[in-house]
Nanobody
């Protein structure tokens, strides 16, 4: 069973920055982050593969950066210029190349508020 452990998150004022990190128990082809805001469905924020493919949600482009350390099985989401609408629970996820099954972290709350 793949385990994902998240760290980071918390409360920040608008315009502030936060960093989320996630460590996997083994190397996974794709790792990234979903967010789930109040009353909303979970949606992809950013993802990165071991082959270098990166996808980022349009609304966070230029503000959020995803990075991988494949050797350490970690993925990091650097979030800058945070906005109140970024408030959500953020979930780390991972999946292997030959399987659609996603593995999930425990989720971490990000609150952007003055």
């Amino acid at each position: 069973q793949v385990q994902l452990v998240e760290s980071g998150g918390g409360l920040v004022q608008p315009g502030g920055s936060l960093r989320l990190s996630c460590a996997a128990s083994e190397t996974m082809y794709r790792m990234g982050w979903y967010s789930q805001g109040p009353g909303r469905q979970r949606e992809l924020v950013a993802a990165s593969t071991t082959t270098g493919n990166v996808s980022v949600k349009d609304s966070v482009k230029g503000r959020f950066t995803i990075s991988r350390d494949i050797a350490k099985n970690t993925v990091t989401l650097q979030m800058n210029n945070l906005k109140p609408e970024d408030t959500a629970v953020y979930f780390c996820y991972a999946n292997n190349r030959l399987s659609a099954r996603k593995y999930w972290g425990q989720g971490t709350q990000i609150t952007v508020s003055s």
